[in-house]
């Protein structure tokens, strides 16, 4: 009998985007193995050939399923819900999916870019920004982004994101948050996210994602 290969998630302890996709996998139950990718040691293990054969943006995480290769965390979320849909990870019915991404989405793609690492090394290395003004950028793109998503959450709103069970949504909340409290970003107010940030938090499958469970954790 030939033996399926291990999913591999390319990840870094600290990656937020790992960390929404470590989520994913534990909350489905798949077996997988981590290859951790250093980000910041030996310039940056992003940026050697081998790995940008693999993810030629030269970000985390990539994902492989034997011969498929998947950059990007929103489309390993996707794909992960295709290939394995129980637990499922989205609703039902159109509406909620359409919800559920959209909370992702202005996760994923509108606050999380702008305070990625490379964004910060970037304000710092070339724009010249201090300390100071960095982490004021960060805090405000941060802050501002977690409000509206506060708002999203008024309707439609459990124990976790979308209804009583985690959600894409979820898996992209709670490594935004984890960040945001490390940049002592003022989230006073916020209490939907801290209610749905502390039910994700007691569940086993995402305590065993979180940062510092992780092999490379430092």
């Known amino acids: 009998m030939t033996t399926k290969p291990k999913l591999v998630l390319y990840s870094y302890w600290r990656s937020s985007a790992s960390y929404r996709v470590r989520m994913a996998l534990n909350l489905k139950g798949l077996d997988y193995e981590v290859r951790p990718v250093h980000l910041v040691r030996d310039g940056g293990q992003q940026h ?63 606050i999380h870019p702008l305070n990625n690492l490379r964004v910060l090394k970037h304000l710092v290395g070339e724009v010249g920004v201090d300390e100071s003004a960095k982490l004021a950028w960060y805090r405000h793109w941060t802050q ?63 305590h065993r994602a979180a940062p510092e469970q992780q092999p490379d954790a430092e």
């Open 48 to 110: 050697s050939a081998e790995y940008l054969a693999l993810n030629p943006q030269g970000l985390v995480p990539t994902l492989v399923d034997g011969a498929t290769v998947i950059t990007q965390s929103l489309a390993m979320l996707e794909y992960l819900e295709e290939r394995h849909s129980a637990p499922a990870l989205l609703p039902g019915d159109a509406a909620g999916r359409a919800r559920v991404r959209a909370i992702a989405s202005a996760i994923a793609c509108d």
């Open 144 to 206: 501002t982004g977690l409000q509206a998503v506060e708002k999203m959450l008024a309707q439609g709103a459990g124990d976790f994101c979308h209804g009583d069970e985690p959600s894409i949504a979820d898996c992209c909340l709670l490594p935004q948050v984890y960040n945001a409290h490390r940049f002592n970003c003022d989230l006073s107010g916020l209490q939907a996210i801290g209610r749905i940030c502390t039910n994700l938090e007691a569940l086993d499958p995402v």
